[in-house]
């Protein structure tokens, strides 16, 4: 009827239109990452987030707060100007995402909007500890599990400061398309900005920051479809009349969105989330806990690949091979028969390390899972030990098959016992670039480090190794990780292949691969028990030459480039730095 409110139509309130959003989204991804150009071009690949929507530049804002305060009181006072700045900016931006035959939220909107970051921070800050807790020791198993907790936890919150209502409403539907569209490419840009020479991130921020405006505008226009005006006879009479093709009553008229109640259904649906992820981090543990390959016996020290059987030690003097010490990593246990490195190294002594070390007669002492929290430096004396003695049986070089924590341990014996009788060294799934952010000295951090030994003790909690966890191996790392993975590059052994499962390029640095690396489909330290890296140690060991799949490594170095989106801002090389070489090049498409 003529003399009732129509509701406005959205149709014609087109997205380039709004001229102030796409100028302020792209203006702000690009002067960041001009600044990040000149100041820490490692992490240039962070500057398209500043201008997401607010969950995603949360977890930017946090990421660069983390790793540059230094004490509590740093922190507070950074922490609140991250929360104004931020708050000023979004309100900023949904204004101007605003359609414009609608009354844009009044400035006051802003106490709101603070308290919605406060909030988004807090419950994010435990991801981007997680976050720098992988900068510190670099797996891709806590890595691959925060980036679905981060949008999960994002997704209840990600019309929160759009809508004053929020809090009693869940999202639009639109809401989880236009966030996880944001993430892709977000996560493409940062592949793309650490491809390219170091200026051109600056146009590529740019065309991320228009998709950062469009899903700004797709999200802010949703909301308002879903917004009822109040009715007109609410409104006030004077200025009455027709602005572009509306009532001043509805243009007037605050969004309510439609489903609104009492009942704090944001929130809830936070908790649900938030339990969800815990239940879900012990069913984890529950499944997936070391499993054993043999049964535990208290004095194996050697074993062939003819079934693991304890062997004199003539048999050991005249073995056809150099022996084989074999470091587990974290969570393994020993002592067992019937290993798989065993069984596919024939004719050849292989010896399991113990993380307990040896008895008087040289016999590596059975432990459990939890043995293997031990600071670095103990562990790299305990690995030298028994390759002397294994050297000293033999009187051959003691060739080494370590994984994960294991090669964190070979760094340290190569750092502190450089002149080890070694033969030919085979990483599986190592660690690279440890210790590449730290706590607790020059240019460190307090806040990020004691939330992490937080957040390690409730984690551990859930797990079984108890609420240590590995807080005296991250705390060694965090000392001494870069410092003892740079003196093991400068002492590497001449034969070194580095077997890398596709799932941990995501903590690779963002560099070409050596050319002594094999890149296989698999998850961080299942690669003792995979045939295919079982039957690549062998080829190794036996000088055969190693098959590598350029296809898998360029598979990799895409995946790193592409995390470095959601990691820890690197503004430093990687140590040891990109571009040298770790051990014997390869040649061709073999590895020897």
């Not at 020290?301 to 056809?320: C, E, K």
């Not at 596919?344 to 929290?373: E, M, W």
């Not at 990799?556 to 090389?573: G, K, L, Q, V």
Request: with cysteine.
């Amino acid at each position: 009827m003529d003399g009732e409110p129509q509701r406005p139509s959205l149709r014609g309130d087109r997205f380039l239109a709004h001229r102030g959003l796409i100028a302020l989204c792209c203006g702000t991804a690009m002067a960041e990452a001009f600044v990040l150009i000149v100041l820490a071009p490692g992490a240039r690949a962070l500057a398209p987030q500043v201008s997401a929507l607010p969950p995603l530049a949360i977890f930017h804002d946090l990421r660069w707060l983390y790793s540059t305060q230094r004490s509590w009181l740093w922190f507070g006072l950074l922490l609140a100007g991250l929360l104004v700045a931020r708050s000023v900016l979004n309100t900023a931006l949904v204004r101007l995402a605003w359609p414009a035959h609608l009354t844009p939220p009044p400035l006051a909107a802003l106490r709101g909007a603070i308290v919605v970051t406060a909030l988004a921070c807090l419950l994010i800050s435990p991801l981007v500890s997680l976050t720098f807790g992988v900068a510190i020791l670099p797996f891709s198993w806590p890595f691959l599990a925060l980036l679905p907790a981060m949008l999960a936890i994002a997704l209840p919150l990600s019309h929160a400061g759009l809508a004053g209502t929020w809090w009693r409403t869940l999202p639009p539907v639109s809401a989880a398309w236009w966030l996880l569209a944001e993430f892709c490419v977000l996560t493409v840009a940062a592949a793309v900005s650490t491809a390219l020479p170091p200026p051109d991130a600056v146009p590529v921020a740019g065309l991320a920051g228009l998709v950062n405006a469009r899903a700004w505008y797709g999200l802010t226009a949703s909301l308002a479809r879903t917004a009822v005006p109040v009715p007109a006879a609410l409104a006030p009479a004077a200025g009455a009349g027709p602005v572009g093709g509306a009532t001043a009553a509805a243009v007037s008229a605050e969004p309510v969105p439609l489903g609104g109640h009492r009942i704090p259904a944001g929130p809830m649906a936070l908790a649900v989330v938030i339990a969800a992820v815990i239940a879900l981090t012990r069913l984890v543990f529950v499944f997936s806990g070391p499993a054993a390959t043999g049964h535990p016996q208290a004095a194996v020290a050697w074993a062939t690949g003819t079934g693991g059987t304890a062997a004199p030690r003539d048999a050991v003097a005249d073995a056809g091979h150099d022996p084989v010490l074999e470091v587990a990593g974290f969570g393994s246990w020993c002592c067992g028969q019937d290993r798989a490195l065993a069984q596919a190294l024939p004719d050849t002594v292989v010896q399991q390390f113990s993380y307990r070390g040896t008895d008087h007669r040289g016999q590596p002492l059975p432990y459990g899972s939890k043995a293997s929290n031990l600071p670095l430096p103990q562990l790299g004396d305990r690995i030298a030990a028994q390759v002397w003695r294994l050297h000293a049986e033999t009187g051959r070089p003691v060739d080494i098959v370590a994984e994960s924590e294991g090669t964190l341990g070979l760094d340290a014996m190569l750092a502190r016992h450089p002149d080890a009788p070694l033969g030919s060294v085979v990483l599986l799934s190592p660690i690279v670039a440890p210790g590449q952010f730290g706590y607790h000295g020059t240019g460190s951090s307090l806040v990020p480090g004691d939330e992490l030994h937080a957040l390690i003790w409730f984690v551990g909690g859930l797990s079984p190794f108890g609420t240590s966890g590995a807080l005296t191996l991250i705390n060694s790392v965090n000392r001494v990780g870069a410092q003892f993975a740079a003196a093991a590059a400068r002492h590497a052994p001449i034969r070194l292949l580095e077997v890398i499962p596709l799932a941990d390029a995501v903590t690779l640095p963002a560099c070409p691969l050596p050319p002594n690396v094999v890149v296989i489909p698999a998850f961080h330290a299942q690669l003792l028990g995979d045939p295919a890296a079982l039957r690549t140690v062998h080829r190794f060991l036996a000088h055969q030459p190693v098959t590598v799949v350029p296809e898998l490594r360029t598979t990799a170095e895409i995946m790193a480039a592409a995390a470095t989106a959601w990691r820890m801002p690197e503004s430093a090389a990687p140590s040891p730095p990109c571009g040298r070489p770790s051990g014997a090049p390869a040649s061709g498409r073999h590895a020897r």
